[in-house]
């Protein structure tokens, strides 16, 4: 089972539990020496701005996925360090991506150097709501992988936050790709712990071997590769990137939306449980996919009537600083998250990025 790592940073003594869980992050990640240490200065820094510069917040640490699929390749394993905070924001983000700018009501030091470390880096920021930053490193470069095609514009990310605390998450969110199909699911395992992480990974193992099918042909395979276990809420959404087309199936409660140029549209998911209680009929769902479009997948951890903003529709902004951005205004120490809570979000590449 993954870890993660959720890490409150309100003093000094914080700071360096950060550092040792990017290096513990990267271990698992199968990264080399230096860039074990790279993961472990971008975390130490983003740490240390949230206490110099936002009165504190919390890093979340994870193994996950590329954040595109390039060729097919979904084998490789990157670190990600999210920073989140409710502090002052930044009034003059591209000026803060310099080296050495700071000031004292924004966050700023050291920003400059983690994006020019990271193999992906991005940042949300608005004065007085607060900053998101989102940085993943992985392996040296492997290089192209071959010619592009129509899945190459399509990326997703997310989050994931254990409940009190905890080393392990029940929740758990992949996504993969065969051919023009790019899949993405997030799975809920019963309750939380380590018998519920143990449904979701489960879930997340048995989509590797459902990349071809359609999303209800795969709810029926993770039905299958769950038995035994708690089970999960389990949705499924694939993008067919060739014919423009978007599939959603799901079982238990996992909210889904796709925002469509601006409105958004509830995806629905049918009771029952994956892998103990499934639904003799999986209904799919369908829609257009344009390059307007994001889909949002979230666990109930996630306050049921949460209201997306504008910038969660936004296809600029990298899907893992949206998915934090959605879990942090959702939730605030008046209204602590009361389960598990993973965030994914799918989007398209900009079309200014190659």
Same mark, same amino acid.
């Given at each position: 089972?993954?870890?993660?790592?959720?890490?409150?940073?309100?003093? %000094?003594?914080?700071?360096?539990?950060?550092?040792?869980?990017?290096? /513990?992050?990267?271990?698992?990640?199968?990264?080399?020496?230096? &860039?074990?240490?790279? +993961? #472990?200065?971008?975390?130490?820094?983003?740490?240390?701005?949230?206490?110099?510069?936002?009165?504190?917040?919390?890093? *979340?640490?994870?193994?996950?996925?590329?954040?595109?699929?390039?060729?097919? &390749?979904?084998?490789?394993?990157?670190? /990600?360090?999210?920073?989140?905070?409710?502090?002052?924001?930044?009034?003059?983000?591209?000026?803060?991506?310099?080296?050495?700018?700071?000031?004292?009501?924004? !966050?700023?030091?050291?920003?400059?150097?983690?994006?020019?470390?990271?193999?992906?880096?991005?940042?949300?920021?608005?004065?007085?709501?607060?900053?998101?930053?989102?940085?993943?490193?992985?392996?040296? =470069?492997?290089?192209?992988? $071959?010619?592009?095609?129509?899945? @190459?514009?399509?990326?997703?990310?997310?989050?994931? !936050?254990?409940?009190?605390?905890? /080393?392990?998450?029940?929740? +758990?969110?992949?996504?993969?790709?065969?051919?023009?199909?790019?899949?993405?699911?997030?799975?809920?395992? *019963?309750?939380? $712990?380590?018998?519920?992480?143990?449904? %979701?990974?489960?879930?997340?193992?048995?989509?590797?071997?459902?990349?071809?099918?359609? =999303?209800?042909?795969?709810?029926?395979?993770? @039905?299958?590769? *769950?038995?035994?276990?708690? $089970? #999960?809420?389990?949705?499924?959404?694939?993008?067919?990137?060739?014919?423009?087309?978007? &599939?959603?199936?799901?079982?238990?409660?996992?909210?889904?939306?796709?925002?469509?140029?601006?409105?958004?549209?509830?995806?629905?998911?049918?009771?029952?449980?994956?892998?103990?209680?499934?639904?003799?009929?999986?209904?799919?769902?369908?829609?257009?996919?344009?390059?307007?479009?994001?889909?949002?997948?979230?666990?109930?951890?996630?306050?049921?009537?949460?209201?997306?903003?504008?910038?969660?529709?936004?296809?600029?902004?990298?899907?893992?600083?949206?998915?934090?951005?959605?879990?942090?205004? +959702?939730?605030?120490?008046?209204?602590?998250?009361?389960?598990?809570?993973?965030?994914?979000?799918?989007?398209?590449?900009?079309?200014?990025?190659?």
């Amino acid at each position: 089972m993954p870890r993660v790592w959720d890490v409150p940073v309100h003093d %000094s003594t914080r700071v360096r539990d950060v550092r040792v869980a990017a290096e /513990q992050a990267a271990a698992l990640a199968g990264l080399d020496e230096g &860039r074990t240490a790279t +993961a #472990a200065l971008v975390a130490t820094e983003l740490a240390t701005n949230l206490l110099k510069h936002a009165g504190g917040g919390r890093v *979340l640490i994870d193994v996950v996925a590329p954040p595109v699929l390039a060729g097919g &390749r979904d084998g490789a394993r990157l670190v /990600q360090v999210t920073a989140v905070d409710h502090g002052p924001g930044i009034a003059d983000v591209p000026a803060a991506l310099g080296d050495g700018f700071t000031t004292a009501r924004s !966050l700023g030091a050291g920003l400059g150097t983690c994006a020019r470390l990271s193999d992906h880096f991005d940042l949300h920021s608005a004065p007085g709501r607060g900053t998101v930053v989102a940085a993943r490193i992985g392996a040296v =470069p492997e290089g192209p992988a $071959g010619e592009p095609g129509p899945a @190459d514009r399509v990326r997703a990310g997310g989050v994931n !936050l254990p409940f009190g605390g905890g /080393q392990y998450s029940g929740d +758990a969110w992949a996504w993969v790709r065969a051919g023009d199909l790019v899949t993405l699911m997030l799975a809920d395992g *019963l309750g939380h $712990g380590p018998e519920a992480a143990r449904a %979701s990974t489960t879930a997340v193992e048995a989509l590797r071997d459902a990349a071809h099918v359609t =999303p209800a042909d795969a709810l029926r395979r993770l @039905d299958r590769a *769950l038995t035994g276990t708690r $089970g #999960a809420a389990v949705a499924v959404a694939q993008v067919d990137t060739r014919a423009g087309v978007l &599939r959603f199936a799901g079982v238990g409660n996992i909210g889904a939306r796709l925002c469509e140029g601006g409105t958004w549209r509830h995806l629905v998911s049918r009771p029952g449980i994956i892998g103990t209680h499934r639904p003799t009929t999986l209904r799919e769902e369908t829609a257009d996919w344009a390059d307007d479009r994001v889909l949002v997948l979230h666990s109930d951890g996630l306050p049921s009537r949460w209201t997306p903003t504008p910038e969660t529709c936004s296809t600029t902004t990298d899907p893992a600083v949206t998915a934090a951005v959605t879990l942090r205004d +959702a939730s605030s120490p008046a209204r602590p998250v009361r389960d598990d809570t993973a965030v994914a979000v799918l989007a398209p590449v900009p079309a200014d990025r190659p």
